[in-house]
Structures are given as structure tokens and as C-alpha cells.
């Protein structure tokens, strides 16, 4: 098991909800569909129920697709068809293309953003375990 101050903590984390988060970082997952773009591109952390679970390297972006487009992609994003379009809700979507998933051995505590967020620094990841 690799020693928890070894792991290196990204500087930004995306939040996920589960299932996904963990086929993510299991590596099952190498398309994440959002309603947008990001510039951001490199390692980033993916949290999970309030934990850093893994890490994830984003290598692109890719569309806009319509959710009806996407379906034919389902073995990269693992989204049910209805599920992706209740998500799209009628407007266009993007495929975060992910590679060098990493999960990690115990997940870290995450304090808790103030309102809705997609993303968390790590200012806000906790290295101690917790009790």
C-alpha cells in the first residue's frame, strides 16, 4: 500500500457522482459528459461522497455533442441513454476525455464546499486520516 503522504494531492478535484466517480478512477470510465467545455487540462483529483478517491489526467475535450450522438459512445462515458438526455436537457454536451486513472488506496477526507460546486482545491483535501 502506497504511504498517504506520498500521493500527490492535484491542486483542483472535479466532484462526481457515484457510480461514475469510482469507473473513473477505475479506469471503466475515460469519457466524463458535462453541459460544458474546460481549458483545464492535466492531473486532477476526483472526488467522491465528500472524499478524494483517485486521480485523473484530462487530455481533451471533445464536441459539442447532442445526447442522441453520444449514445453511440456509451462504452467510453457508461451513461444510459435516458440518463443522458434528462442530463442534456435539450441543449448540447461535452466529452472530458480522461486517461491515467489512479485510485487511491484510502480515500481522503474532503472538507465540504460552501453551496453547489463542481470543483474543490486542495486547501480543502484533509492528509489526516479521519477518526
Given amino acids: 500500500m502506497a504511504d498517504r503522504e506520498a500521493i ?9 457522482r457515484e457510480p461514475w ?4 478512477v477505475g479506469g471503466r470510465k ?3 459528459i458535462r453541459r460544458y467545455p474546460t481549458r483545464i ?3 486532477i483529483g476526483i472526488v467522491s461522497r465528500g ?3 483517485g486521480a485523473v489526467r484530462i487530455v481533451e475535450v471533445l464536441g459539442p455533442f447532442t445526447a442522441e450522438e453520444l449514445v453511440i459512445h456509451v462504452e467510453k462515458h457508461l451513461t444510459p441513454e435516458e440518463i443522458l438526455r434528462e442530463y442534456a436537457g435539450g441543449a448540447q454536451l461535452y466529452a472530458w476525455v480522461l486517461q491515467e486513472p489512479e485510485e487511491f488506496p484510502e480515500p481522503f477526507p474532503v472538507e465540504p464546499p460552501r453551496g453547489p460546486r463542481t470543483w474543490v482545491t486542495e486547501s480543502q483535501v484533509r492528509r489526516a486520516r479521519p477518526p
Fill in 8 to 16: 500527490k494531492i492535484p491542486a483542483r478535484s472535479l466532484v462526481v
Fill in 21 to 24: 466517480a469510482s469507473l473513473i
Fill in 30 to 32: 475515460t469519457w466524463e
Fill in 41 to 43: 487540462r492535466g492531473r
Fill in 51 to 53: 472524499r478524494l478517491i
